[in-house]
């Protein structure tokens, strides 16, 4: 059973950094890309960030573009999120996810091209 747990939200003020991490188990974390997003309280979830399997691509919203950076440990089964700049429109639970999809892989960024999800983790910023 694949099982997704995200760890390092908090609390931090505006202009500060965070970075979260969702560790994975449950099926062979390096054959699999996977993404990150975000829901706001009364908001539609929404794409943050995505990386290939090998960790050579990476997609970002927008909206953090240049102000966040996925990455991957395969031997960790690990992918993180830094956020750095942070905004108080950042402050949302943030939810890791497994795209089991092996075709031919391009960034996925609506959620229901993912197939599990984490529990999430709260990121607040303050003003």
């Known amino acids: 059973q694949v099982q997704l747990v995200e760890s390092g939200g908090g609390l931090v003020q505006a202009g500060g950094s965070l970075k979260v991490a969702c560790t994975a188990s449950?099926?062979?974390?390096?054959?699999?890309?996977m993404g990150w997003f975000r829901q706001a309280p009364g908001k539609e979830r929404e794409f943050v960030a995505a990386?290939?399997?090998?960790?050579?691509?990476?997609d970002y919203a927008d909206s953090v573009k240049g102000r966040c950076t996925i990455s991957r440990d395969n031997a960790k089964n690990t992918v993180y999120l830094q956020m750095n700049s942070l905004k108080p429109e950042d402050t949302a639970v943030y939810y890791c996810?497994?795209?089991?999809?092996?075709?031919?892989?391009?960034?996925?960024?609506?959620?229901?091209?993912?197939?599990?999800w984490g529990q999430g983790t709260q990121v607040t910023v303050s003003s």
């Open positions: 996810a497994v795209d089991l999809f092996r075709g031919n892989w391009y960034p996925r960024r609506e959620p229901y091209e993912y197939d599990y």
């Open positions: 990386i290939s399997w090998s960790g050579t691509i990476a």
């Open positions: 449950g099926h062979t974390f390096s054959r699999y890309a």
